[in-house]
């Protein structure tokens, strides 16, 4: 039986995470539930920015419960955002301008063609009872500065297909960081991510960092190359390619 047994779809409803949250509020959400909808009337990404949810793209959430320290979150985001990769890179004739951005965006042909949303639900003692994985991929259209994946591929992907791909790859990778295999998730991340020395720009808040793409440390965080040979660690923040 797939990890992912429990599956409800809605034709419309605001928000896939919403939808998972109030079952969480209901106990009515065990590890693995996932909930989808054909289309989203206030879906949101980052930051609350809104995501525009037309029908034919995938907006979906899954619950997982990992136990782990709140301060080991950061993994989840690269381990959510490769298997995003991995599904998308299975319905391409080639990975050509299929690329990972830091921490968790897809990049097809330099524009954004789908994002992820973490949410927790933390216990008194600051570990994950409940991580909220929400995905949105541009399928069948995209925002005017975004990609659609059905741009790039031979044939049409539906929202179904992508789901049954991607549900493969993130249980799969899921049981790898089960299995300890941090270490393997992170050089996976990093072969389908910009290369290292790539130009980026990182906001923080009113800051604005510029930098070279130098790496990740052990916990998925950015490792920016500045000036002089420094290196800066930054945990969270808006990454642009520049």
Same mark, same amino acid.
């Given at each position: 039986?797939?990890? &992912?047994?429990?599956?409800?779809? &809605? ?140 741009? &790039? ?90």
């Amino acid at each position: 039986m797939s990890f &992912f047994s429990d599956i409800r779809f &809605f034709e419309e409803v605001p928000s896939t995470q919403d939808v998972l949250k109030e079952a969480l509020r209901a106990g009515a959400a065990s590890e693995g539930l996932l909930v989808r909808a054909g289309r989203q009337t206030g879906g949101r990404g980052r930051h609350g920015r809104t995501w525009v949810s037309d029908a034919g793209n995938l907006y979906l959430s899954l619950l997982l419960r990992p136990g782990c320290d709140a301060r080991e979150i950061g993994i989840f985001s690269l381990l959510a955002g490769l298997g995003v990769y991995q599904a998308a890179r299975a319905f391409l004739s080639s990975e050509e301008g299929l690329q990972l951005k830091w921490p968790n965006d897809l990049l097809l042909g330099g524009r954004k063609c789908a994002g992820i949303l973490l949410e927790t639900d933390l216990s008194a003692q600051g570990l994950v009872e409940a991580l909220m994985v929400g995905v949105g991929v541009n399928l069948a259209c995209a925002p005017e500065e975004g990609a659609a994946l059905n741009d &790039f591929a031979s044939v049409p992907v539906t929202p179904e297909a992508f789901q049954d791909v991607f549900l493969e790859k993130i249980e799969a990778l899921y049981a790898a960081w089960r299995d300890g295999q941090n270490a393997e998730i992170l050089e996976r991340w990093l072969a389908a991510a910009h290369p290292k020395g790539t130009p980026l720009s990182v906001k923080i808040g009113s800051d604005i960092r510029q930098g070279r793409f130098y790496g990740l440390d052990g916990q998925g965080n950015l490792i920016l190359s500045l000036d002089g040979n420094r290196l800066q660690t930054i945990t969270a923040g808006d990454v642009y390619l520049t």
